[in-house]
């Protein structure tokens, strides 16, 4: 798992610096969409927050976070490289045959920890991830100490005077030499610390040399310094037993566990990370509240959107659609040339070629006008909700704050509008065209026998006048399609409601895409609740 990706709350791993850049990361990420007294007051201790954590808290625990660079020494041939690998289970530095001593540094951290590894000061070391070696340290195989080139020499002192602990790795036929002594000494001096590893150490020799190396240490004040012998396994290339290397794997992984530098770290800025716990969980109060305060609009404009549909729907069931300039065309067309529209005896009159053109014209105009009353009244429902969301938000901002702005914020857009009006108009353009498919699929005989009398875009007009009301045009569709001119009245009314209803939701589009984002969503606020939990038990556990 890298630094980047979010952290299970138990995590065992995590270190305090963890929790804190997954912090930064959360509050990065909080956003007000909303405009209320509470985010209001948050905004700026977001700010502060971030302000915190940039500018105080991240830079010194990055630093004193860094891993601690383990240098493994030694002379040539003394197996450091070896020792490295083995630890590791793995060849990340060759040596053997392909590089009988080591003439580059190499450089071997864990993955999570490259980014903090990345400043360490290792000059031109080869850099290599592996997670074998535990977080919190740089494993560092040198060059050989007494190499014969004077670069590689240097190279090998400068990184052990960088180092923060040196393994020296020396072999029970050389630890006798000067140099050992000489680079545990210094690295004495310097307050660092280190430990020794004698490497192939035969069973009969081990009693022997490890007391003898006991009180060389004890005589050169080193006697705190680890001590580890690994046995002579014989010539071999590749990895030692897991065993041979184990207790120095136990020690490395002490020494990253210990955390002492984030421990002190801690004690200095406590009153700063108490101060952090108290400031994230107010940020989290308000995130929260936020979004209550979505959830509390939205269930406020869904409650409204439903007004304008009302009346609607009663004029489409009681015929007061129909009044007016519908009623008005339609007896004009009647009166025309009656023996067409008005049934004598039950039986139409064919009509005289100029009268059904001129009917035609007439007709045309009965739809024109149920068109024109149409987009009128869905436009009118489409306002009365529009204006009764704006009442709910507006008027009542004490109960549903952000409400006002909220609603502002819709009206100064004004793509609301734009929008009614060409989407009423498309779908009763739409609702015209279903209309005359419901007419074009009434049985053959029907059509024949309305063609005596009226044309087939006179039999729509004659639908779309009864579908809104117009009690003389249902009958001459009676008369024409018998049964079936009732059902495709109820269903071109059904469609009408259905359509009216389509456009006054549409009134809450403009607010729900406001309130239907993430930042306003009730899980907002998850990531950043678990970075104040992992916050409080590192405070807690130090």
């Not at 005359?436 to 779309?464: H, I, K, S, W, Y």
């Not at 249902?474 to 009314?493: N, P, S």
């Amino acid at each position: 798992m890298t630094r980047d990706e979010t952290m299970p709350e138990h995590a065992p791993d995590a270190t305090l610096l963890d929790v804190v850049e997954g912090l930064h990361r959360e509050v990065q990420a909080v956003a007000f969409a909303l405009d209320t007294p509470g985010t209001r007051a948050a905004k700026p201790l977001r700010r502060t927050l971030l302000e915190r954590l940039e500018d105080h808290l991240l830079p010194r625990l990055r630093e004193l976070s860094r891993p601690a660079i383990v240098v493994v020494a030694g002379s040539t041939g003394a197996g450091k490289s070896t020792i490295v690998n083995s630890l590791l289970g793995d060849e990340v530095s060759k040596a053997s045959v392909l590089r009988p001593t080591t003439r580059e540094p190499v450089l071997v951290t864990h993955p999570e920890d490259a980014e903090l590894a990345a400043v360490l000061d290792v000059g031109e070391a080869l850099r290599v991830e592996h997670d074998g070696v535990p977080r919190g340290i740089a494993l560092l195989d040198a060059p050989d100490l007494d190499s014969l080139m004077s670069s590689n020499r240097e190279t090998a002192v400068r990184l052990l005077a960088a180092a923060d602990l040196g393994l020296f790795v020396t072999t029970a036929a050389r630890y006798g030499d000067a140099l050992p002594w000489r680079v545990l000494a210094d690295a004495k001096e310097r307050g660092g610390s280190g430990a020794m590893v004698l490497n192939r150490v035969s069973d009969e020799k081990l009693a022997e040399v490890r007391t003898d190396l006991v009180a060389r240490l004890r005589e050169h004040g080193l006697a705190s310094s680890a001590l580890f012998v690994v046995p002579d396994v014989g010539a071999h290339e590749g990895l030692l037993p897991a065993a041979s290397v184990e207790p120095i794997a136990r020690w490395l992984r002490r020494v990253a566990g210990a955390d002492q530098a984030q421990t002190v770290i801690l004690r200095t800025l406590r009153g700063a990370l108490d101060t952090l716990v108290e400031q994230t969980a107010a940020l989290v109060a308000e995130v929260e509240a936020q979004a209550d305060d979505a959830a509390a609009l939205r269930a406020a404009v869904a409650d409204a959107v439903p007004s304008g549909l009302g009346d609607l729907a009663d004029a489409t069931v009681d015929g007061t659609l129909s009044t007016g300039a519908v009623e008005a065309a339609w007896l004009a067309a009647v009166d025309a040339e009656p023996g067409i529209l008005r049934p004598v005896a039950g039986r139409f009159r064919r009509p005289r070629r100029a009268a059904l053109a001129r009917r035609a014209e007439l007709l045309g105009a009965v739809t024109t006008r149920v068109r024109e009353t149409l987009v009128t009244q869905v436009l009118a429902a489409a306002r009365t909700s529009s204006e009764t969301i704006g009442s709910q938000l507006g008027e009542q901002d004490d109960r549903l704050p952000g409400g006002a702005a909220l609603h502002a914020a819709v009206q100064a857009d004004g793509a609301l509008a734009a929008w009614r009006d060409t989407t009423v108009r498309s779908e009763v353009s739409a609702w015209l065209r279903g209309v005359a498919d419901a007419v074009g699929d009434l049985a053959p005989g029907v059509l024949q026998a309305a063609d005596r009398g009226l044309t087939r875009e006179g039999l729509v007009a004659v639908a779309t006048a009864a579908a809104v009301g117009v009690a003389g045009a249902e009958r001459v569709l009676a008369g024409v399609a018998g049964a079936a001119a009732g059902e495709l009245v109820d269903a071109a009314r059904a469609d009408l409601v259905a359509l009216g209803r389509h456009v006054v939701e549409g009134e809450a589009g403009p607010y729900t895409e406001r309130l239907d984002v993430a930042a306003l969503a009730p899980e907002a606020v998850t990531g950043l609740r678990l970075r104040l939990a992992e916050l409080r038990r590192q405070v807690r556990s130090r």
